[in-house]
């Protein structure tokens, strides 16, 4: 318990921080970031370039991704050039182009390493007043457009006869069913499904599903709501106890380059919550019990 007190990761991520591969190992390596404009997405970015990792970066606003390239040139030190970064605007719910853009990046680079769908929104709604409209509008952006793009980067690393590796990211809600985010929690773990089956069709393809809890980024101010269009529109405060951008993202480029299948990360007691609930199921519906509503809503929101 003392140990999971201190850790802000798992056991296994934690120990590859200290004796696995760098993240220098990933160096001139291809690797397409999506929901790059921010949060995660665009700390990703940045730590991935200070280390000598070419970029694709995209995501719907294209002034916000020409800031990442500039940052993400200036912190490699030299180590990249500009068309060592391609950047694309990119509505990743308009599924019908995503060959399009996957074509454009091989044109660019010649080949793809990684694809990291890291685009996604989240929620704040109770779970009865939830329209069915918000329920598809969520899973088409945080479900079925990162399964379709997916399956086009499989296709690609099976015809090119490469060992490929697929990430995403996930959320803690994967792992830990949340309060006032039930389509949010439902996708998340559609999405452990997807991508566990995909490991297991595909043991010749690497796949990474990683899972951060509360972190500082502008989720909160495009999370959807109860009603279709509307967005919860808050902003997380300075004060909370949440994983910073960078610090998630670095651990994140350590689960890349050490190839982890599946990875969470938060400030305590997350990290303690998601081992309890993995492995002792049942034990969740005490917590919910002696914890309370009110208790779990305080954990997530990082109170």
Request: charged letters at 20%; hydrophobic letters at 45%.
């Amino acid at each position: 318990v003392i140990l999971w007190c201190l850790l802000d990761s798992d056991i296994e991520l934690f120990t590859r921080c200290l004796v696995g591969k760098r993240i220098a190992s990933l160096s001139g390596k291809v690797v397409w970031i999506t929901g790059a404009s921010s949060g995660i997405g665009k700390a990703l970015a940045i730590e991935l370039a200070k280390n000598g990792v070419k970029l694709v970066l995209t995501a719907r606003r294209g002034a916000e991704l020409e800031n990442v390239k500039r940052e993400c040139l200036t912190q490699s030190g030299g180590k990249l050039q500009p068309i060592d970064i391609l950047v694309m605007q990119m509505d990743m719910t308009e599924i019908a182009r995503h060959q399009q853009f996957f074509d454009h990046v091989l044109q660019h680079f010649g080949r793809l390493d990684i694809l990291v769908n890291n685009a996604g929104r989240s929620q704040r709604a109770n779970w009865e007043d939830i329209s069915i409209k918000v329920d598809q509008d969520l899973f088409q952006l945080d479900v079925f457009s990162v399964v379709n793009l997916s399956r086009i980067a499989v296709r690609y690393f099976k015809g090119a006869n490469v060992r490929g590796h697929i990430a995403v990211t996930s959320s803690t809600a994967g792992l830990v069913p949340v309060p006032n985010s039930a389509s949010y929690t439902g996708a998340k773990h559609s999405i452990h499904g997807y991508f566990g089956a995909l490991q297991t069709e595909n043991p010749g393809l690497d796949v990474t599903i990683f899972c951060p809890g509360p972190t500082f980024s502008e989720f909160l101010q495009e999370a959807y709501t109860d009603r279709e269009g509307v967005k919860y529109g808050e902003s997380v405060r300075p004060t909370d106890k949440r994983m910073t951008a960078e610090r998630c993202a670095h651990l994140f480029a350590v689960a890349l380059a050490n190839k982890l299948h599946i990875n969470w990360v938060g400030l305590f007691p997350i990290s303690l919550l998601a081992y309890v609930c993995l492995y002792f199921p049942n034990i969740r519906v005490l917590i919910v019990k002696y914890v309370g509503l009110g208790g779990l809503k305080k954990i997530r929101d990082s109170n």
